[in-house]
């Protein structure tokens, strides 16, 4: 049996880590057929269009993708062609584990976090409002008219939309999520107390999806100033984290701060039927060609891949074989060194080919 999968290479440091995915996928034995793709400078470069209905059209044929980093463009129009792509295919839940590795240093040991981020709504919708502009001023005008609050006639406004569809169906993935994957809790993450008709909607919903999962997976309530607080103090306490946007973006990378670092952070954007697995980390473009970055956010992003597509003993073959090229730490990337001018860093294609090697042997 052999997978259609869209790959996007994206840009930037983009084509190297994702090459280095691609070989290792494919040095599972797993049969990947791959379906090439644009979007970000390439993209422009090729179709004049930074992100080209081609594009959209393979993922939604293929269902899954693997996409590298995408530089987000200065003056073009676009807030950010990943934005756009999670828009435009409506993948409403991010979801970004965050697991210690032997190797890479960090001050913790032994996260396993998964973070659930709700993707479609939220301060990150879109809906703003430009200092000065006269339909900034109506719209000011018209909020004071429903609020006894005044807002300064000077601001820029932007607006927080929290539906319960999208409460519902985000916390419901990260219970599904626990279930799937034998987690024990969700923890709900809002500012509740502060913002109760948007955070407190997202809360009350919570609380009524939890309930339909009693005594499967226990469920709990904390807020996201004190959760920052117990996620540097106690990490371990902690299983499934489930967040509206902003919450959720932050959140994810004080996540990654815990287990080391963005080069190792994978993550998938999910929608009702397809799936863009992608790692946490951007386009670094000063590095771009250098083959230098480290390839096992990636990498490990293609291990959700193979997980979701039920390749589970691929999966956990690969994963293995990562763990153990992290754990000699000879063959890795400068940032996995102990100096970041070590001159035994090894670059991005000769990680991915230890990384091969472990798997040959498994
Ligand atoms: P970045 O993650 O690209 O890089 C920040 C720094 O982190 C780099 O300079 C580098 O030191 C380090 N780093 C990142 N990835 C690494 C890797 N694989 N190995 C080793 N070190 C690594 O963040 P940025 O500089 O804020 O963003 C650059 C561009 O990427 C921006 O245009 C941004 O919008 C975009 N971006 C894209 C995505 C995405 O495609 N999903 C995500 C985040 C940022």
Redesign the pocket.
């Known amino acids: 049996m052999s997978y259609r999968i869209t790959l996007i290479p994206?840009d930037?440091?983009?084509p190297e880590?994702t090459d280095a995915a691609k070989r290792c996928i494919e040095a599972t034995g797993v049969k990947i057929d791959w379906d090439i793709a644009y979007a970000g400078e390439e993209a422009k470069n090729k179709f004049q269009d930074l992100l080209p209905k081609v594009t959209l059209d393979s993922i939604k044929k293929n269902k899954i993708a693997l996409?590298?980093?995408?530089?987000?463009p200065i003056g073009s129009g676009f807030r950010?062609?990943?934005v756009a792509i999670r828009h435009a295919l409506d993948l409403y839940a991010c979801v970004r584990p965050a697991k210690s590795y032997t190797g890479v240093k960090s001050y913790y040991k032994d996260i396993d976090l998964v973070i659930v981020r709700e993707n479609s709504e939220d301060l990150y919708a879109g809906i703003e409002f430009e200092q000065g502009k006269p339909e900034t001023k109506n719209l000011i005008s018209e909020i004071e008219k429903y609020s006894e609050k005044k807002i300064r006639p000077d601001s820029g406004i932007s607006i927080k939309p929290i539906s319960k569809f999208a409460s519902q169906r985000i916390v419901d993935l990260a219970f599904q999520y626990a279930i799937k994957f034998n987690r024990k809790k969700v923890t709900v993450v809002t500012k509740a107390n502060i913002m109760k008709f948007t955070d407190g909607l997202f809360l009350k919903t919570a609380r009524e999806v939890a309930a339909r999962y009693s005594g499967k997976v226990a469920f709990e309530e904390a807020l996201v100033d004190n959760m920052s607080m117990q996620l540097v103090q106690k990490p371990h306490n902690f299983d499934v984290l489930v967040l509206p946007n902003l919450y959720g973006d932050i959140i994810s990378d004080l996540c990654a701060g815990l287990i080391g670092?963005?080069?190792v952070a994978p993550g998938v954007n999910i929608g009702d039927d397809l799936a863009v697995f992608?790692?946490?980390?951007?386009?670094?473009?000063?590095?771009k060609g250098l083959n230098?970055?480290?390839?096992?956010?990636?990498i490990l992003s293609g291990v959700l891949l193979l997980k979701y597509i039920k390749e589970d003993k691929a999966a956990e073959r690969l994963e293995n074989a990562v763990k153990e090229v992290l754990a000699e730490g000879k063959s890795v990337?400068?940032?996995l060194k102990p100096t970041p001018n070590d001159p035994t860093a090894v670059g991005t294609r000769e990680m991915a080919n230890a990384i091969i090697s472990k798997l040959k042997r498994f």
């Open positions: 994206g930037g440091i983009g880590v996409k590298g980093p995408i530089t987000t950010s062609v990943n670092g963005l080069g992608e790692a946490v980390h951007g386009s670094a473009p000063k590095y230098k970055v480290n390839p096992t956010a990636m990337t400068y940032d």
